[in-house]
């Protein structure tokens, strides 16, 4: 068979180039749907609608391994084109094997359209189209792939006539949304997520620009973010939902906002809405740094049964079992995830397990989608360590100190997270959506900070028995959201756009406990620092205009308001010390308080060009107080965010994608950690500025690249005044945030390609990915500073279907580094007789090389 020549007929028109390799593309002609809801004309029955037509086109480069012994094979692809005229998004329909499936989806990417109009306005509109891949070399196609059997019926060739097998489905005026909304919103895509090896699931927010996540505390306690010059501790900043549920925990007794992703499981994530600042009125609490949105899904080329053994370094297991339906939606899976570890070094022994079901279903306007997550997971901690201890050789590097009250710290975490989503889309571009779901969070930790410094409040003249701090909180929340977006309206000839308008609310019922305990003594009870439980209530709603102007400004201009209501009832409210044992009353002190967070969220697009667009943001949020801090009437204070941003954006599809922005953040009030209470305090007011650049590319099929660099100068504006209590105090004003890097930078690599080159089968494949990310030197309370940051992470891998392998190394140069590190006084001794109160420098390490063999078969 000779090579061919590729040719698109779009509404009649042809576009074509020649190929210069032995396998060829054939694609057939394009004809509007006139089928199903999505396809209905619009309620204008003037409103002519034009399907898109081809500007830019460039055959795939197809891999080798595919000419061997195949005769043909057949890719179908949905592909969303944008109301600009470029690719947004590929899905694979029809799949004949991952290595011709990314070949097509990479081509499409790079394909510039003229983009589909209704009544002259552009619209976005879905593309069905097959690519059907031919040599010279015959090759019988699995007769136990339903979908190779089906797509090996060859289409009819082109004919200046529509073909129906290549249909456009054209969205109305789809959702009428532009997700982003700014130049510090990004899209990251399942071949970025998936280009570097990662630990855990959760590592996959690494590739978010200027994001940064560790594990300091161990795998049952939540992770530690810090974003374009935040240091969100556990997610205090950082507003997270995955799948539509959201994860933050309000007035958490461990962090505000606490937010524990160790149930994600990585081969489920389909992509990350990344939102770095408040400019969405969909954005709610703790949308301070930004918010992130993890879409769950399982592309079609990766559907099936997929089972998959890793063992490594420090005896670790982990077992994932996932299945995927190849005739549902890409929504639907089932994933199982176990993990058990000895951890490096001493005390950080873990264990748990995961598990995240979805399912979509319904058909015509209105489909349905329910999700349910568990986790629970226990581990043990090192905490930490004083600096000068590990260099006299008091203590090694990732030891724990060899007392009881150190060797008796741990995590327990369990969470249970069910949501119900009806979605809702008329044939003529009005869409919705309306949800309800629940959620339980246990979560329990011992941590020891300070060694020996804590005095007994409630027992007299008792000191010395360790600073073993138990924290238990549990959560029981109930949620909903809903929202409605209109179809797109036309006022004139040049300003068309939608408006839409929504709600969401939560009840979350709280329990939470904090004392002091002897580890000697089978953990008894030697103070009595926190017991409170608390109702609140936060109720928000949000209006959004998204307007085209003249086809090249896209303007935006939307608020949002919340009331949020709070009824506390603090057992240990009025504590009377002992050294006043005339006062005569009882233990407690119950209040309330309500208050209203309400700002503008807005910004601009200009088109200056098809690739290069200019943007600017300006937004307002809030971050909401933790509970027990207020007074009873109090007009509930809420941290006021204030956040702009600008820059440029230059868009070449698949092959190029570079933006890059400078920022601008205002906190009315911040918080930082508090060593002694093993919580978080207020700070006062500060401010970020910054820039942040991010570049991706994706040169050819089987490569794919993404880096990107954050710098921040994050200053400290109003701290708390020395006080007789803390006459040194650890902030002043003026200095840099601490714990905040100044720098953050990240690449991921990843490369897949036929290993026929080295003598081996055409079919087999081989994989290889880098991950790096680096800090800079962070600064720490009373003038000190961290040291830098930068860990490498490798992978390779050999697949030869049904059956992979892949080598992982973490941290693969072997640095050495603290994942946390603090300044504060602390006590190790507690038989010199002196309790020292000056602060000192303490870091936990973070995690040494470590390699991990996984074998996986999919079927």
């Known amino acids: 068979m000779l090579p061919h020549c590729i040719a698109a007929t779009l509404n009649h028109r042809h576009v074509c180039a020649c190929c210069a390799f032995g396998l060829c593309v054939l694609c057939a002609g394009v004809s509007l749907a006139q089928q ?63 290595a011709l499936d990314g070949a097509a ?23 069905r189209i097959p690519v059907r891949f031919a040599s010279s070399h015959p090759v019988r196609i699995s007769s136990s792939s339903a979908s190779a059997q089906a797509a090996a019926q060859p289409p009819p060739a082109p004919t200046p006539t529509a073909d129906p097998r290549l249909e456009i489905t054209v969205h109305g005026d789809g959702d009428g949304r532009t997700e982003e909304r700014a130049i510090s919103d990004f899209k990251v895509e399942r071949d970025v997520l998936a280009a570097a090896p990662r630990a855990e699931g959760a590592e996959v927010l690494r590739t978010a620009p200027g994001l940064y996540i560790g594990r300091g505390e161990g795998p049952a306690t939540a992770h530690n973010y810090m974003l374009r010059g935040f240091d969100a501790d556990h997610g205090q900043d950082l507003e997270l939902r995955v799948g539509g549920l959201p994860i933050n925990l309000p007035s958490h007794l461990h962090g505000q906002g606490y937010a524990d992703l160790g149930f994600l499981i990585g081969d489920v994530v389909k992509s990350l809405r990344v939102s770095e600042g408040v400019y969405d009125p969909r954005q709610g609490d703790f949308a301070v740094a930004g918010s992130i949105d993890v879409e769950l899904g399982v592309e079609q080329a990766d559907r099936g049964m997929r089972l998959r053994s890793s063992y490594g370094s420090f005896d670790t297991f982990r077992q994932l079992v996932l299945w995927a339906p190849r005739e549902a939606s890409t929504e639907s899976f089932g994933a ?76 327990l975490a369990s969470r249970v997270l069910a949501g119900l989503f009806a979605d ?25 900070f ?84 608390v109702r609140g209530v936060d109720f928000g709603f949000w209006g959004d205009l998204d307007w085209v102007l003249w086809r090249r400004l896209h303007a935006r201009a939307g608020f949002r308001a919340d009331v949020l209501s709070y009824d506390v009832e603090d057992r240990l409210g009025n504590f009377a010390p002992l050294i006043r044992p005339q006062d005569q009353y009882i233990m407690g002190f119950r209040r309330s308080a309500l208050g209203v967070a309400a700002g503008p969220r807005t910004s601009f697009d200009l088109h200056l060009t098809s690739e290069l667009s200019l943007l600017a943001a300006y937004g307002e949020g809030y971050r909401s107080p933790q509970a027990r801090l207020l007074d009873d009437g109090e007009r509930a204070p809420f941290t006021k965010v204030r956040s702009a941003d600008a820059g440029v954006r230059l868009d070449f599809g698949a092959p190029l994608r570079l933006t890059v922005g400078g920022f601008y953040t205002h906190l009315s009030d911040d918080i930082a950690f508090d060593a002694a209470e093993g919580r978080l305090e207020r700070v006062g007011a500060t401010r970020r ?105 490798a992978s390779l891998g050999v ?60 079927l």
């Open 36 to 98: 199903g809801p999505s396809a209905a004309p619009s309620s204008d029955a003037t409103a002519e609608v034009v399907p898109p037509r081809v500007l830019e086109s460039k055959p795939p480069e197809a891999p080798p391994s595919a000419r061997e012994g195949r005769d043909e094979a057949y890719v179908e692809l949905f592909v969303t084109v944008d109301a600009e005229g470029t690719v947004s998004a590929v899905q694979v329909a029809r799949s004949a094997g991952n």
């Open 799 to 858: 697949a030869l279907p049904p059956f992979d392998v892949t080598l992982e190394a973490f941290n693969l140069l072997g640095r050495r580094y603290a994942a946390l590190e603090y300044d504060f006084p602390s006590d190790w001794d507690p038989s010199d007789g002196f309790r020292a109160r000056t602060p000192a420098r303490h870091i936990a390490a973070g995690a040494p090389r470590s390699l991990l063999i996984s074998l996986g078969v999919s």
């Open 424 to 448: 809702f889309r008329s044939g003529g571009g009005a869409s919705g959506q309306l949800a309800g779901f629940i959620g339980y969070d246990a979560f329990r930790q011992q941590r020891n």
């Open 689 to 793: 500025r910054g820039v942040t650049a991010q570049l991706v590319s994706r040169p050819n099929s089987w490569l794919v690249e993404s880096l990107s660099a954050t710098v921040v100068d994050a200053t400290l504006l109003e701290p708390p005044p020395a006080s007789a209590q803390d006459p040194q105090p650890p902030f002043v004003e003026g200095q840099q945030l601490p714990f905040v890097p100044p720098v953050v930078l990240r690449a991921d690599l990843g490369a897949q390609h036929s290993l026929a080159a080295i003598g081996l089968p055409r079919r087999v494949l081989g994989r290889a990915g880098l991950g790096l990310s680096f800090l800079s030197p962070r600064p720490l309370p009373y003038g000190d500073s961290s040291a830098a940051v930068g860990i490498l992470d």
């Open 336 to 411: 199982a995830h176990y993990v058990k570890t000895a951890g490096f070094g001493q005390n950080r022994g873990a264990e748990g397990g995961s598990g995240i079901f979805q399912q979509r279903f319904g058909s015509g306007a209105v489909t349905y989608r329910a999700l349910l997550i568990l986790h629970t997971a226990r581990a043990g901690s090192a905490g930490v360590v004083r600096v000068e201890d590990v260099e006299s050789g008091k203590v090694c590097f990732d030891c724990v100190y060899p007392l009881p009250t150190a060797r008796a710290q741990n995590t």
């Open 105 to 127: 989806s990479a081509a499409v990417r790079g394909w510039r359209f003229f983009p589909a109009t209704r009544g002259g306005q552009p619209i976005k509109s879905r593309i």
């Open 450 to 533: 300070t060694g020996f410094l804590e005095r007994s409040r409630t027992l007299n003249d008792v000191s010395g028995r360790g600073d073993l701090i138990e924290q238990q909180n549990r959560t029981l929340t109930f949620g909903m959201t809903g929202r409605y977006r209109g179809r797109r309206a036309h006022l004139t000839s040049w300003a068309h756009g939608t408006v839409e308008v929504g709600a969401d609310g939560r009840l979350d019922v709280i329990d939470q406990t904090q004392n002091l305990l002897d580890a000697t003594v089978r953990g008894q009870t030697w103070d009595r620092r926190v017991d409170a439980s």
